[in-house]
């Protein structure tokens, strides 16, 4: 009798397209491990890419620093039943199709991340190395995903009713303006955030 659930092996992440990111020397050993559980998330669902979701549901899940700029409240738990409902609602369309804004360049071979989750990885790193040079943590990639209002994750806040702008302002309130401008989709005249 063969068991229900197929074993999978320690190489099939990387047969499936999706490959090792998590041992980056530029991610903290907590970013790595978000890294790690997204992948998981992604091969199981059977996605191609780790796309902003997968990254969003997995800090949500594995980092405190994340749910501590959400503060208190119903957040956390209603964006986290967006997420688990990926599979089987909303999420279904994105099965179909690689999440990318149009606004960065395509990445041939981008670890297994879809072309706008590579570039939010990327931004991490910048925003860490701006920071001093450590290596990237929870809050640097969750300020990345929030600042493209392209990403899936970004759609899911706003559907979880999670104001971009304001979590943007939260986080460089948290970090110290560690974040860099605030995006130009969420900035109107006189600075103020728009609604």
Known sequence: MQPRIPRQSAHEPRERGIHHADNDARLSAELAAVVAGARRRAVR?????IDTAHLLHSLLE???EVRAVFGEGPHIARLLGY???????????????????????????????????????????????????????????????????????????????????????????????QCGARPERYAVEGGDTAD
Do not use: N
């Open 45 to 49: 669902d059977g996605d191609r890419q």
């Open 62 to 64: 594995s980092d405190a």
């Open 83 to 177: 997420l688990v409902q990926r599979s089987i609602g909303y999420g279904l369309r994105w099965q179909s199709g690689v999440e990318d804004s149009g606004g960065v360049p395509v990445v041939a071979e981008a670890a297994g991340f879809s072309p706008l989750a590579a570039a939010c990885m990327e931004r991490a790193r910048e925003r860490a190395a701006r920071r001093g040079g450590g290596p990237a943590g929870g809050v640097d990639l969750l300020a990345a995903i929030v600042a493209d209002p392209q990403a899936r994750a970004v759609e899911v806040l706003e559907r979880a009713g999670v104001d971009p702008p304001r979590l943007f302002d939260r986080i460089q309130a948290r970090t110290g303006g």
